[in-house]
């Protein structure tokens, strides 16, 4: 089944850009998501790329989508510590009702 | 509008108690996923439900776990004789169906702890 990972720390000085990993095992995945966590919260879409895309911007986030290997990744632009959070990458097949796939989350530290 | 609600946010509850947790999925929303975050884990799907089809059961951990929808709509997740590896939060999603299925909205969550 599919497998999705992550690095599990990044730590960012405010102002700078933020750049957050993922790898996917599935090349049949033809969804995939950001989702934001903050402390004692839900689960925030932020953002998704359908697998037939290489780059999708949405204000300071940029996701940048390498197919052949299987490689998503998030920028931030102009971090703020309000970004602080943990960031989980997700992958999704094509049919309806597919559940998400998560990786364990990446903790975002931005400091002032 | 309004969003995915989940009750209670926090419950704990003494090892071998049976627990219920409610999902309201947003109005509109056909589909409903229940997933589990916990520290060793991290999320797992559990179990989801699409209109009046057979719901897919397949990430429920065992059979002390079930769920139900009611009218389409709200979804409860019980679990029975709870143990402490239970413990987690459990998440709820809704979706809508056709095009935009993709897009899953996520509630709080309820936090389970089993003492």
């Known amino acids: 089944g599919e497998d999705v990972e992550q690095s599990l720390f990044l730590s960012v000085r405010e102002g700078d850009s933020s750049v957050i990993n993922c790898t996917y095992t599935?090349?049949?995945?033809?969804?995939l998501y950001w989702y934001k966590q903050e402390p004692g919260a839900g689960l925030q879409l932020l953002t998704y790329i359908f697998s037939n895309m290489d780059m999708k911007q949405d204000q300071r986030l940029t996701v940048l989508l390498n197919k052949k290997d299987k490689h998503l990744s998030l920028r931030i632009a102009d971090t703020q510590t309000g970004d602080s959070a943990i960031y989980f990458c997700?992958?999704?097949?094509?049919?309806?009702?597919?559940?998400?796939?998560f990786g364990k989350g990446t903790t975002l530290s931005v400091s002032s | 509008g309004a969003g995915v609600s989940q009750s209670p946010s926090n419950k704990v509850t003494e090892k071998g108690k049976d627990v219920e947790l409610r999902c309201d999925p947003i109005s509109g929303h056909t589909a409903l996923y229940w997933y589990r975050q916990s520290l060793g884990q991290g999320l797992e799907f559990l179990i989801y439900?699409?209109?009046?089809?057979?719901?897919?059961k397949s990430g429920l951990p065992s059979d002390r776990f079930s769920a139900e929808r009611t009218g389409g709509s709200v979804s409860t997740l019980t679990i029975q004789r709870t143990q402490q590896e239970d413990s987690a939060v459990y998440l709820c999603?809704?979706?809508?169906?056709?095009?935009?299925?993709?897009?899953?909205?996520f509630g709080p969550g309820t936090r389970l702890t089993v003492t």
């Open positions: 439900f699409q209109g009046n089809s057979a719901p897919d």
């Open positions: 997700a992958a999704k097949g094509n049919q309806a009702g597919t559940a998400l796939i």
């Open positions: 599935d090349s049949s995945s033809t969804y």
């Open positions: 999603a809704s979706s809508r169906s056709g095009t935009s299925s993709y897009e899953q909205y």
